[in-house]
Nanobody
Framework: QVRLVESGGGLVQAGGSVRLSCAAS????????MAWYRQAPGKQRELVAR?????KTTYADSAKGRFTISRAGNTVYLHMNSLQPEDTAVYYC???????????WGQGTQVTVSS
């Protein structure tokens, strides 16, 4: 089992920056990829950024050029710049695992961008 704990969310003004952190614990050797998703009120959860094997990164179009995903040991970060009100959402950390239960989700952290 892998436990993911996010931190770093909060209230930020439009144009500002936030860094989210996700600390993984437990069977972290089974993690083969980590990602950030977000879910805005009334919308489906969507992929924001993914960091896979060989440090391959994937970004949603809305995140390209503004967000950066990185990893240091068992912590994955999401650096978000030039934030806009439409970035307001609960941000979730996610991990793909090599073994059952095959994936893990964090509890989420709220990011609110004021105009």
């Amino acid at each position: 089992q892998v436990r993911l704990v996010e931190s770093g969310g909060g209230l930020v003004q439009a144009g500002g920056s936030v860094r989210l952190s996700c600390a993984a614990s437990g069977s972290t050797f089974s993690i083969n990829a980590m990602a950030w998703y977000r879910q805005a009120p009334g919308k489906q959860r969507e992929l924001v950024a993914r960091l896979g094997s060989a440090s391959k990164t994937t970004y949603a179009d809305s995140a390209k050029g503004r967000f950066t995903i990185s990893r240091a040991g068992n912590t994955v970060y999401l650096h978000m710049n030039s934030l806009q009100p439409e970035d307001t959402a609960v941000y979730y950390c996610y991990a793909d695992l090599d073994d059952e239960p095959w994936y893990s989700w964090g509890q989420g952290t709220q990011v609110t961008v004021s105009s």
